[in-house]
Nanobody, 114 residues
Framework: VQLQACGGGLVQAGGSLGLSCAAS????????IGWYRQAPGKQRELVAT???????VYVDSVKGRFTISRDNAKNTVYLQMDSLKSEDTAVYYC?????????WGQGTQVTVSS
């Protein structure tokens, strides 16, 4: 499974950005796809995930601001980030799970200026 992440960039606090993650290759059986992030000096943390039937999980700090969605026909997951805060600044990583296997995409930088 290959994961191609797109989006990210620089935005002012209060602004919005969108990320997308497209899965390719052997995508049969992929379950949850989601986003993690890692800020400098901090551990990587879960941001949001969505499973094959659309059940979502969000970290408390992004609830009400971020929305994850999924297009199963395109094997693509989207993360809409609104009301961004400086503490959302991090490298964001796409992650897919199939059984006990985890797959990672390349990171994409999100920088929120205050």
């Amino acid at each position: 499974v290959q994961l191609q992440a797109c989006g990210g960039g620089l935005v002012q606090a209060g602004g919005s950005l969108g990320l997308s993650c497209a899965a390719s290759g052997s995508t049969f059986g992929i379950g949850a796809i989601g986003w993690y992030r890692q800020a400098p000096g901090k551990q990587r943390e879960l941001v949001a995930t969505i499973n094959a039937v659309g059940t979502t999980v969000y970290v408390d700090s992004v609830k009400g601001r971020f929305t994850i969605s999924r297009d199963n026909a395109k094997n693509t997951v989207y993360l809409q980030m609104d009301s961004l805060k400086s503490e959302d600044t991090a490298v964001y990583y796409c992650n897919a799970r199939r059984g006990n296997a985890y797959y990672w995409g390349q990171g994409t930088q999100v920088t929120v200026s205050s």
